[in-house]
């Protein structure tokens, strides 16, 4: 008896220490380094000229600062005014692009949006399956 006992607070007691254990916090990028991060992201996929990635840099930079804004006001956005933003910024980059340009974009965000549903399927079906 006295060992079930004792292997259950030593059990207990690894268990304790292992979930102690701080995450280590993601490094927060600044407005700038997040828009230069994702503008080179789209050259690298689409090799923009040099006017196309500067006008590029701008609208991420703009979109950067004001996530980064709403971050330190710990505001949650109307989910349809972020849309309605983010629809704007859209539309301007592909005015930026070149036909071409336009058609690999198109497939780009297509791929990512099929990635994200297929995630948060997965996700959404782990959260069902454990609830009691």
């Known amino acids: 008896m006295k060992k079930i006992i004792l292997s259950a607070i030593l059990f207990l007691g690894i268990s304790t220490i292992g979930f102690s254990q701080e995450r280590p916090q ?48 710990k505001k949650k956005a109307d989910m349809a005014e972020m849309k309605a933003k983010f629809e704007v910024n ?18 780009l965000k297509a791929e990512r949006k099929e990635k994200a549903h297929k995630w948060h399927g997965k996700h959404k079906r782990d959260s069902v399956e454990k609830k009691p």
């Open 26 to 73: 993601k490094e927060q990028r600044s407005p700038e380094e997040r828009a230069q991060k994702m503008t080179d992201a789209l050259d690298k996929k689409l090799s923009l000229n040099a006017s196309q990635k500067a006008e590029i840099y701008k609208i991420y930079l703009e979109r950067a600062q004001t996530m980064h804004k709403m971050r330190a006001e």
């Open 90 to 107: 859209e539309n301007k980059i592909l005015s930026i692009l070149d036909e071409k340009q336009k058609v690999t974009y198109n497939q």
